[in-house]
């Protein structure tokens, strides 16, 4: 099993800083089953970037993803309010097809 | 646009079968090319990947559920299933369904969320 591990556990950024955000999996991951998604308090997860690095309709362009192998990161150039949220990397391939990694609480500081 | 909607009990006994329907709008889940899941998050916690079914059938399970789980399609009503057998206190969750397109393997719609109970 790929056991995905994201760092930090929370960020305490304010409006307008930059946002980096790491994701580390156990074994290589394909860059082409990389993903990153927002979830925001009582709401149901939502797409952001797949294939590492591609954005999902509709996502401003402040996000970026990136990496490779086993490192993966996502960027939030100048966060806006509605950023803050807690953000999970999610894998697809070896047993059990998709994990989630535990995620990153972005917070106002 | 492709919507999903959770509908089911949301308290359920210890030791009895956890059963979930999800309605998909939008869309045929009949049409191929996209696969259905169902996803659960503990309260407070992260994502579970409960497993997946395609239009045709076919089925794949996290293997730590494996042994209780079943999910089933009605594409008559354009729906799947998700039950979930001999529950405990640790299956209290958000349980989440979840489309996505063949391909990218990653999750593009999403249901509201429904949380299930499981107590006396």
């Known amino acids: 099993e790929i056991v995905l591990t994201q760092s930090p556990g929370t960020l305490s950024l304010s409006p307008g800083e930059r946002a980096t955000l790491s994701c580390r999996a156990s074994?290589?991951?394909?860059?082409?089953?990389l993903a990153w998604y927002q979830q925001k308090p009582g709401q149901a997860p939502r797409l952001l970037i797949y294939g590492a690095s591609s954005r999902a309709t509709g996502i401003p362009d402040r996000f970026s993803g990136s990496g490779s192998g086993t490192d993966f990161t996502l960027t939030i150039s100048r966060l806006e309010p509605e950023d803050f949220a807690v953000y999970y990397c999610q894998q697809y391939g070896s047993s059990p097809k998709w994990t989630f990694g535990q995620g990153t609480k972005v917070e106002i500081k | 646009q492709v919507q999903l909607q959770e509908s089911g009990p949301g308290l359920v006994k210890p030791s009895q079968t956890l059963s979930l329907t999800c309605t998909v709008s939008?869309?045929?889940?009949?049409?191929?090319?996209?696969?259905w899941s169902w996803i659960r998050q503990h309260p407070g916690k992260g994502l579970e990947w409960i497993g997946y079914?395609?239009?045709?059938?076919?089925?794949y399970y996290n293997p730590s559920l494996k042994s209780r789980v079943t999910i089933s399609v009605d594409t008559s009503k354009n729906q799947f299933s998700l039950k979930l057998s001999s529950v405990t206190a640790a299956d209290t969750a958000v349980y989440y369904c979840?489309?996505?397109?063949?391909?990218?393997?990653?999750?593009?719609?999403w249901g509201q969320g429904t949380l299930v109970t499981v107590s006396s």
């Open positions: 079914i395609y239009y045709s059938g076919s089925t």
């Open positions: 939008g869309g045929s889940i009949s049409s191929g090319g996209y696969y």
């Open positions: 979840a489309g996505g397109v063949v391909g990218a393997m990653t999750y593009d719609y």
């Open positions: 074994q290589s991951v394909s860059s082409s089953y």
